[in-house]
């Protein structure tokens, strides 16, 4: 699918299913990159609802100039600073679940050693600056060409670029300190 825009024209002529289609294939990804601005997963949920409500209430201020996921991770971002500007500060304390792993003690050992990897690399991202980690994300994790991750932050290509080159170069320093076997 084009990233949805079909599906939003269909809507558009009427047909409501359509619509569910583009939340099915694109409403956890703007979640995931809402929640890196936020660090809150309800909020970015809050967030990300409101964004695709704005393409029900406003259904022609989407002018297919740009993809639809384009369209709406811009959206995501704007929301998402403007709930930063607005929130108060209040510091949460997140409580890890315990789960049950009913796997061989080799299994485990996997499956925690690739834990400890995502958790590192997760806090790594958390530490670079906003515009590094909303490139990174952009382009590694949502898979968006240079230049509609450049049209979402609002810069240019080659921002962009730089911005990956001092991403990739941080978190290396950063990841080597917490030791080369996460490498």
Same mark, same amino acid.
């Given at each position: ?8 024209? +269909? ?5 409501? !299913?359509? $619509?569910? *289609? #583009? %939340?099915? *294939?694109?409403?956890? !990804?703007?979640?995931? $990159? ?12 809050? #967030?990300? #609802?409101?964004? $695709? ?30 709930? %930063?500007?607005?929130?108060? /500060?209040?510091?949460? /304390?997140?409580?890890? *679940?315990?789960?049950? %792993? ?6 485990? &050992? ?6 400890? +990897?995502?958790?590192? /690399? =997760? *806090? ?8 590094? +980690?909303?490139?990174?994300?952009? #382009?590694?994790?949502? &898979? ?17 670029? =730089? ?6 170069? &941080?978190? +290396? ?11």
């Amino acid at each position: 699918m084009d990233n949805g825009a079909s599906s939003y024209r +269909r809507f558009l002529d009427g047909d409501e !299913s359509a $619509f569910d *289609e #583009i %939340i099915k *294939e694109l409403f956890d !990804s703007l979640v995931f $990159f809402i929640d890196r601005y936020v660090n809150d997963y309800h909020a970015a949920e809050d #967030i990300a #609802i409101d964004c $695709f409500s704005d393409l029900v209430v406003n259904r022609h201020r989407y002018n297919f100039k740009v993809k639809l996921k384009t369209y709406l991770f811009m959206l995501g971002r704007s929301r998402a600073l403007n709930y %930063i500007k607005h929130r108060r /500060v209040l510091t949460f /304390v997140e409580l890890d *679940e315990a789960e049950n %792993i009913s796997a061989e003690q080799g299994k485990l &050992e996997e499956t925690l050693l690739a834990d400890e +990897r995502k958790k590192a /690399v =997760n *806090e790594a991202l958390k530490s670079l600056p906003d515009d590094m +980690r909303a490139a990174v994300h952009l #382009i590694y994790f949502e &898979e968006l060409t240079y230049d509609e991750a450049a049209g979402i932050m609002k810069k240019s290509r080659k921002q962009i670029d =730089n911005l990956l080159y001092r991403a990739k170069k &941080e978190l +290396r320093v950063i990841l080597r300190k917490d030791g080369e076997l996460l490498l």
